[in-house]
């Protein structure tokens, strides 16, 4: 079953503009992380956040997490073409010893130069 | 140069033949996982393995076979009990312990013909 959701579907933007995207999910969670797919491609863990974090930085990505909402969101500021790919949202139970991830559907980001 | 191999990379396969596809991983990872990808979809987990000659069940295990012999290797076989198996797999692969991030495989496009 996939736990995140994550919206939207797709987004379009031009180079240099920031692009943001949500996650919602539904259970208690350890650790929320996101991946980027570049098409055809395998994923590439991207930023880890855990569940007594609200906020966490890497490069041009910022992710926060709402607990209380159980949503997450990842923005990419100045994005540029090599941006383009699909991002997921991937959430750690609290009720899993096992280390697997329940993956969003994901949404497709396209930069235009 | 570490990291995780699959192949092939693309495989045709006609009805009613088992396919296997090939995961390894040369980062003394102990936890590894398969994943099918569907157009448009997130990550479905097939099967996982925490340990060497163990291994669980994921959501989606019906038509679907896997050994780990030993800890580098972890190969999927595509039954002929799976009804709809054209899809992009993908292997992942987890240091273990308290570590959370999966690293994955460039995937193999399963067609069925």
């Known amino acids: 079953s996939q736990q995140g959701e994550e919206d939207p579907q797709a987004l379009s933007i031009q180079e240099g503009e920031n692009a943001t995207m949500n996650c919602s999910y539904k259970?208690?969670?350890?650790?929320l992380q996101w991946y980027r797919q570049n098409s055809g491609r395998g994923l590439v863990h991207l930023i880890l956040?855990?569940?007594?974090?609200r906020e966490k930085h890497s490069g041009r990505l910022r992710v926060t997490l709402d607990t209380s909402k159980k949503s997450s969101s990842l923005l990419i500021t100045a994005s540029r073409a090599a941006d383009t790919a699909s991002y997921f949202c991937?959430?750690?139970?609290?009720?899993?010893?096992?280390?697997?991830?329940?993956f969003g559907a994901g949404t497709q980001v396209v930069v235009t130069p | 140069d570490g990291g995780i191999t699959q192949s092939p990379k693309y495989l045709f396969r006609k009805e009613g033949q088992n396919v296997t596809l090939s995961c390894e991983q040369n980062l003394n990872h102990d936890a590894m996982y398969w994943y099918r990808q569907d157009p448009g979809q997130g990550l479905r987990l097939i099967y996982y393995?925490?340990?060497?000659?163990?291994?669980q069940k994921g959501d989606i295990a019906e038509g679907y076979s896997v050994s780990r012999e030993k800890k580098e290797s972890f190969p999927l076989t595509v039954t002929s009990a799976q009804k709809n198996p054209t899809a992009f797999y993908l292997c992942a692969s987890r240091a273990g312990g308290r570590t959370d991030t999966q690293y994955f495989g460039p995937g193999t496009r399963l067609t069925v013909l």
């Open positions: 991937a959430t750690a139970s609290t009720t899993d010893s096992w280390g697997k991830l329940q």
């Open positions: 393995s925490q340990i060497v000659n163990d291994f």
């Open positions: 956040i855990r569940s007594n974090e």
């Open positions: 259970t208690s969670i350890n650790n």
